[in-house]
């Protein structure tokens, strides 16, 4: 359920965007009767309204995404805060504006926020959020931790300007598919990675010790 739900919006996004480019005109005039009283001027192009439309319906997603959560009384992850608060303000910002370059940097402002947060917190406040958040899953040295963090650090930098390269570089439906699928791709490598990193630390689980069958009485 909560895998559904991290990637419900994303894919809302896309295949709103996908559907929407393909129709313009519908399109234009979808997002001008819905969101013309959001709008600069009144009025959404047929250029700016496929973004528009999937930048509103990955909005109310994020929205029902966080209620979902907090109705199940379920933990809102800092990367969801993140999204949610950049998906309100840049989406906004991007609705008003009709400018679908604002909301090319939610991406690389989310990566760089959550990588900021790692940083700071093992820097300043001298705590690892990645061990916060799966110490109770495994035990792992403190250098381990420390490397993790920093790795952690250093891929979500590195995101975030490959976002804008692709952003900038290429067409709008070129970075749509980007931000679903390649983003997506190489965060689950960079994931996998880890977990392979890591399969030296863990401890195989210990099996139960076989219990002794009660012994048969003399006839």
Do not use: C
């Not at 990637?7 to 129709?23: E, I, N």
């Not at 570089?169 to 980007?178: E, G, I, K, R």
């Amino acid at each position: 359920m909560k895998l559904f739900l991290d990637f419900l919006p994303l894919v809302l996004f896309f295949g709103t965007f996908q559907y929407a480019d393909k129709h313009k005109e519908w399109a234009a005039a979808i997002a001008t009767s819905a969101l013309g009283f959001m709008v600069s001027g009144g009025v959404v192009g047929t250029e700016e309204a496929p973004i528009l439309l999937g930048t509103m319906v990955m909005s109310v997603m994020t929205l029902v995404q966080v209620v979902v959560l907090k109705l199940m009384r379920q933990k809102v992850h800092l990367m969801l805060w993140i999204t949610f608060a950049l998906v309100l303000t840049l989406g906004s910002a991007t609705v008003y504006f009709h400018n679908p370059d604002i909301i090319k940097w939610k991406p690389s402002i989310a990566y760089w926020a959550l990588g900021l947060s790692f940083w700071i917190s093992r820097m300043v406040f001298h705590k690892n959020l990645l061990q916060e958040m799966l110490g109770a899953e495994m035990v792992l040295p403190p250098a381990v931790w420390q490397r993790l963090n920093f790795a952690w650090v250093a891929f979500l930098g590195l995101m975030g300007l490959l976002n804008l390269y692709v952003a900038y570089t290429f067409s709008t439906s070129t970075w749509a598919s980007f931000k679903v699928f390649g983003a997506t791709g190489l965060m689950i490598a960079f994931s996998v990675g880890q977990v392979v990193y890591l399969s030296k630390y863990m401890k195989p689980e210990e099996e139960d010790p076989p219990q002794d069958k009660p012994k048969e009485s003399a006839p």
